[in-house]
């Protein structure tokens, strides 16, 4: 009790000093490099406006990817095989470049920069294909659409499509895994009151993303269903340009951390100055190990790392011997020997990151199937109403209404009654209590898309002979499914977010963030991997598997059920390593700087 009362006073302690003083404890600075003051810059009239550049952005983003395929089959004249498998090269293309993104953010440029450098190749990306498309693709005029394909077109035409869709994706694909750190820097979290907005931050970003992805799956998927692609293509520029220049329009409020430097050079250094000392018997407690003042700190300003057990072989990398006490004397000081501490605990922390992350790749499989399986369950349903045909890829609009809806409920209702029955908290669910639930409700969605598919094999068995017709079963009974898997989103994307955010090293917040795009990648190549294997093992004495070209002769629910069965195996493993994983431990940073105090005004 002493030790809660003794930590509720430092807060106050560090809340009165941040009002007293005026600058942020977090390390930030503005966008001359002098410390951030509290009041002219970041909190939500920064972070407002970087919502609306992520969903200016994810508007132009999803108004290409979400009918790429369509685009090049009708229009390029490609089979349904090709254009499927560049529409995943494409894709994956995105989630390969937001680690370069992330390099280039956490080593050299900034996050800023970089989101403002990838963000005009975004641009120009859009514009190409709009101009390409409007003078050289769409021809005959209105062709394009389900019943007129488009003319032939030369090699130079066709590589300048590519070009234009490859910087489309990687002006995105950088761009993605900063913009949600840097929005999160603009809240100083070592601040009480900043530190409750920079967690809601995320909740509102990933809500953000999905309404963007709305507009562009129900209206600009309309138009350019309808054939109109150089009117949805111009759209998409439009939406990214002034997504740009909000993004630009907000510099001087922004909040920055320093680059750091390249981070591998940071983890081989603690690696090679610990192998040096593999003989060397660190003591038990961390007693002794190396810490520098902070005037040479190599981590460039960012926040200290505390000391933490567990692999306790990089602990060898920070200790100090007689040779390193020697070079000391001598003023030298060689990193590939002796590495400070937070150095250490950096790599650390990554270790221990990583089996978080590879159990969210099973949910990703999961999600995935949202933009496929569940696309083609749906197109083997009933889709009218009355002479309107549903679009069955348009049902991710209830995904995108269910982030939303329970968003909300989190952050207003859940969220409020969880910290009041811990009683010891202000806060409710953890981050890594969040993903749990998330696993446990993806279980819930597949579960229920393979009743769902029961009943649909029931249905088409039952309205023709051969099986080769769609259900009479209307496609709103995908709703239940699409929603829990919206619900899950909010619980282990948002949760994932705000966790890799929060247990990365300052210097590496941005491949926090990749993180989470490399496990929606990974998803869809395992999902790939899985049905491949699951047709070659179904597929025997003549049977077509469980998921051949006519889903009604074959067993998709079996599939759903594999997948919730996959998923409880992922959440068993996953509640073992999250009771496992430590915390990052940062140093308290309320006493005022030497710098600091220069700037005073």
Not at 78 to 105: E, H, M, P, R
Not at 132 to 156: A, N, W, Y
Not at 285 to 310: Q, V
């Amino acid at each position: 009790m002493a030790s809660l009362q003794s930590f509720e006073d430092q807060s106050k302690l560090k809340e009165e000093i941040a009002t007293a003083e005026g600058f942020t404890l977090d390390g930030t600075v503005d966008f001359h490099g002098r410390p951030a003051i509290r009041s002219k810059s970041g909190t939500w009239v920064a972070g407002i406006i970087i919502l609306l550049n992520q969903g200016l952005a994810t508007l132009a983003f999803f108004g290409v990817g979400v009918n790429l395929v369509l685009f090049l089959t009708r229009v390029l004249q490609q089979n349904n095989a090709d254009a499927a498998n560049n529409v995943s090269k494409w894709t994956g293309t995105v989630y390969i470049f937001s680690l370069v993104g992330a390099f280039l953010s956490d080593s050299y440029w900034g996050r800023y920069k970089t989101c403002a450098i990838f963000q005009i190749i975004f641009v120009i990306g859009l514009v190409s294909l709009s101009l390409s498309s409007h003078l050289f693709l769409i021809r005959p005029k209105g062709c394009g659409d389900e019943q007129t394909p488009c003319g032939s077109h030369s090699k130079t035409e066709i590589s300048l499509f590519y070009l234009s869709i490859y910087l489309t994706a990687l002006g995105n694909g950088g761009y993605q895994p900063n913009i949600a750190t840097f929005g999160a820097d603009q809240f100083d979290e070592e601040y009480q009151k900043e530190g409750h907005s920079k967690v809601a931050f995320f909740s509102y970003f990933y809500l953000a993303l999905n309404l963007g992805s709305l507009f562009s799956n129900t209206i600009l998927g309309f138009f350019e269903d309808e054939g109109m692609w150089a009117l949805g293509f111009w759209v998409s520029a439009g939406s990214a340009a002034a997504a740009l220049l909000l993004f630009l329009i907000g510099t001087p409020r922004y909040r920055h951390f320093k680059p750091t430097g390249n981070p591998l050079t940071r983890v081989s250094q603690v690696v090679v100055s610990a192998a040096k000392k593999w003989r060397v018997k660190v003591p038990s407690g961390g007693e002794g190990l190396f810490d520098d003042d902070g005037k040479e700190s190599s981590n460039n300003g960012c926040r200290k790392i505390l000391h933490t057990h567990g692999f306790k072989f990089l602990d060898k990398a920070a200790y100090i011997s007689s040779r390193d006490l020697s070079d000391k004397e001598q003023g030298v000081n060689n990193p590939w020997r002796l590495c400070p501490i937070t150095q250490v605990e950096e790599v650390k922390c990554i270790l221990r990151l990583l089996p978080i992350w590879l159990c969210t790749i099973i949910y990703s499989v999961v999600f995935t199937q949202m933009a496929s399986l569940f696309v083609e369950q749906g197109a083997a349903m009933k889709t009218t109403i009355s002479n309107f045909h549903i679009p069955p890829a348009s049902m991710s609009s209830f995904d995108i209404l269910s982030v939303a809806l329970f968003i909300f409920l989190y952050r207003r209702v859940l969220d409020p009654f969880v910290g009041k029955l811990k009683k010891s908290s202000s806060t409710g669910l953890t981050e890594l209590q969040r993903m749990g639930v998330g696993l446990i409700i993806a279980v819930m969605a597949m579960v229920s898309a393979g009743i769902v598919e029961c009943y649909r094999l029931k249905y088409a068995q039952a309205d023709c002979t051969h099986c080769e017709g769609s259900s009479s079963l209307s496609i709103f009974w995908q709703v239940p499914q699409y929603a829990l898997i919206g619900a899950s989103e909010v619980f282990m994307y948002v949760g994932q977010l705000e966790f890799f955010n929060a247990q990365a090293p300052d210097g590496l917040k941005s491949f926090g963030s990749a993180l989470c795009m490399t496990s929606i990648s990974l998803g869809n190549y395992v999902s790939s991997l899985l049905v491949t294997m699951v047709m070659k093992i179904s597929t025997v004495d003549r049977m077509p598997g469980w998921i051949p070209g006519n889903l009604n002769k074959g067993h998709l629910d079996r599939f759903y059920f594999l997948l919730a069965a996959l998923t409880v195996v992922d959440f068993v493993i996953y509640i073992v390593c999250a009771k496992w994983y430590k915390s990052i431990k940062l140093e308290e940073k309320y006493e005022q700087t030497e710098e600091q105090e220069s700037f005073k005004v």
